[in-house]
């Protein structure tokens, strides 16, 4: 992609309406504008990093066998009038109506409607369990939308709801997505706390908060040391909920049982959240299923959330420096910045063919073809964060090199051309 | 995919509310579900197709320059104010006001949030051209939604705008989707013929519809014969314009230029409506860069809308018969349905070995493992359409082959799994 063809409006100054890093380098670097208040429209960059969560988020609920829907944004409200949570869920529910006077709502989560889909088709035990998801745009009408898309009215969210025949079954749902959630966080290169919270609005008896370590995060949180290496081989509900990990309120030096060099202290952000709530869902909107003795049973439900939108600021807030954002290459817009750091026809024409090449062999590339100054294409560059820059410059001309930066560490290499596609190849 | 463990609710009856046969297939092959009036839920076989249409009109979108963006459903009322449209939209305009009583509205169109998100960014006539789209859910509140998705309430749509400093140039973009259009559509299987429209409610001076040709389509539409056999060295806007092609209204056999045996008479479904409107909204919305003279221009902008939701029924009245849908294969939610027919410990083994290799090499499989009567299987894999219908049975062990039917045609052929495993490697 050449920048001079692309849309990517960034911003000289600071921002003045953003308070936190995340916010204000998302609108710096191009990759949000606020519509109005709490509610953003998605920038070309900023829709490929989306997207990019979208696909890894779907890949890992997809390897558990669940199945992804798109339910409706608006909902008729007597779905909530059903399961009893139409009065209570408070201004926060954007509540309509439409032409004909009917009241809707524009879904804050979709209990209601997931159960509603259900109790229409699943009659039999046989048909259980069953787990659907979708990743959509929901609405919750804050008093104070602030923070960005850290805290927005409208916001991309996965959602999964689980049905099972029994409490183990339902306990083996919840058990499959928290290794998930902690699969789906690791693959985007970030550190996921999970602690077992309370379970809020929603209710329930089982809860598990997911924090992103960040030093700019919104709330304190302590945990064992243990989580900051974990594998695959650790991810077991039973094992990690025998370490320590709390949110600020629940700390208690005094009674905190591990001891100071086990536990470490920082700044998470929440951006998943599961409950097993049972048959509350089922009993009150009457989803039941013939159990293997011909007895009805109501099913045992979860429901399983992703901040996708808070996620793409989560991963910033957890991965920058003073200079920009530094993506992790598995979220990245761009997995190269290609720069033309003289403008002058000789490293032009190269810069266009490297262009070409990466672009043939599928490694996407962002190519800063601008005539502009090598030092704005460096700051900009270095602000919008794609992990790899490749600069094209005097020793591409004498040497025959072009110089290799890694966004994260500054690490810089020269390599030629053919070996620079390889690198890129082989990874 | 397994079938058991998949979300497939087929019914057996056909539903007594659908009036059309895409409503009533999508509903019969669980495709869709409906969450209230003009408002669905679309199951894990409708989001397939839905997302591969996605794909395929984003992929043409980019290919001539246009930038994924994602705008907010839901915006504030002042931008519609501002251009004059607000109080004009009536009763289709789902109006909603936040909790600070601020007056919103679902997003039918978003020509006014994409200008004043232009406007914020954009000031010099060297930023243009440019084109931004979107892939969406908009809301129009239909006095009396009905066939589907075809007309819903809630609904998926690819909206384009494009930005340019002056009408040669404006004209330039608009060719170009014309063309990305018509390449679109082919790529869908879909015979679809542009038209000369009244450019309605959004105002302007030049307009086309897209139609794609029915037998069960909405409107009679009648065209040179020409538009049946299009390759891509006749997309021109200049050249097929001359043809013939109108829609039902406007057609006058009196008068009609072309003979008879030259004049094609069908039906067809809109998919697709282009617009080029000049200076209407930068004008209302004091969009203007500065032009090569320094002088202030207000650029000349354009809209262009597919309806993606609604593609999915169009497809399905262009191709479906007597035992239900047959999907192109650029867009079929699975590419093979693969039967064990028999139901036996070694058709089972082969099956479950033949639905692992197919797997393994990407081609995208539902398998139907369920212990249901062959008769059935075939009957169901029939109603969803899948391109092609694999089945293991009695000939496989005897001589060693499964039967490959295409959907389509009706043909069949006895492969080896080698053969067949090749024959859809090869494509």
């Known amino acids: ?14 921002p003045a309406e953003a308070q936190i890093t995340s916010h204000r380098l998302m609108l710096r670097a191009g990759f949000i504008n606020q519509t109005t208040s709490g509610i953003y429209t998605w920038l070309p960059m900023g829709e490929r990093v989306l997207k990019r969560i979208d696909q890894i988020v779907a890949e890992e609920q997809d390897r558990i066998g669940c199945h992804r829907i798109t339910m409706p944004t608006v909902q008729p409200a007597h779905l909530w009038q ?88 339902a306990r083996t749902a919840y058990e499959k997505m928290y290794n ?28 598990h908060e997911f924090h992103v370590v960040a030093d700019t995060g919104e709330s304190a949180i302590y945990y064992d040391k243990a989580f900051e290496n974990l594998t695959e081989a650790d991810y077991s509900m039973e094992k990690l909920g025998k370490l320590y990990a709390v949110s600020d309120e629940k700390h208690d030096p ?29 009993k009150s909107m009457n989803l039941k299923v013939a159990g293997p003795d011909g007895k009805p049973i ?18 910033i807030e957890s991965s920058h420096d003073e200079h920009g954002i530094i993506w992790p290459e598995e979220v990245a817009p761009f997995r190269i910045g290609l720069i033309d750091a003289k403008n002058d026809a000789q490293t032009q024409a190269i810069s266009e063919q490297l262009h070409e090449r990466l672009t043939n062999a599928c490694i996407s590339v962002l190519y800063d073809d601008r005539s502009e100054r090598a030092g704005v294409k460096f700051s900009d560059m270095d602000l919008i964060g794609l992990p790899w820059h490749v600069i ?18 500054g690490a810089r290499e020269d390599l030629t051309i053919d070996a620079l596609i390889n690198k890129f190849l082989g990874d």
């Open 1 to 14: 992609m050449r920048l001079s063809q692309y849309f990517l409006p960034t911003l000289k100054e600071n």
């Open 180 to 207: 998930a959630y902690l699969r789906t966080f690791a693959r985007m290169g970030l550190k996921a706390v999970p602690m077992r919270a309370d379970s809020g609005a929603i209710g329930g008896d089982l809860s």
């Open 82 to 169: 059903e399961s009893g949570r139409y009065e209570d869920y408070g201004k926060e529910m954007l509540r309509i109506k439409d032409r004909h006077d009917r009241e809707m709502l524009y879904g804050p989560t979709h209990e209601e409607v997931v159960t509603d889909l259900v109790r229409q088709y699943v009659n039999s035990y046989r048909q259980l369990p069953l787990c659907l998801y979708q990743i959509h745009w929901k609405f919750r009408d804050e008093i104070r939308p602030r923070f960005g898309v850290m805290r927005g009215r409208e916001f991309y969210m996965k959602d999964a709801y689980s049905f099972d025949i029994d409490m183990d079954s």
């Open 254 to 282: 005094a009674t905190c049982p591990i001891s100071d060099d086990q536990l470490v202290s920082r700044r998470g952000i929440e951006v998943g959240h599961i409950f097993y709530f049972g048959t509350k869902y089922s």
């Open 298 to 315: 109501y099913p045992e439900m979860g429901s399983y959330g992703i901040g996708v939108s808070r996620l793409v600021a989560a991963i």
């Open 392 to 409: 094209v410059g005097g020793k591409t001309l004498t040497a025959g090199t072009v110089e290799v930066k890694n966004r994260r560490t």
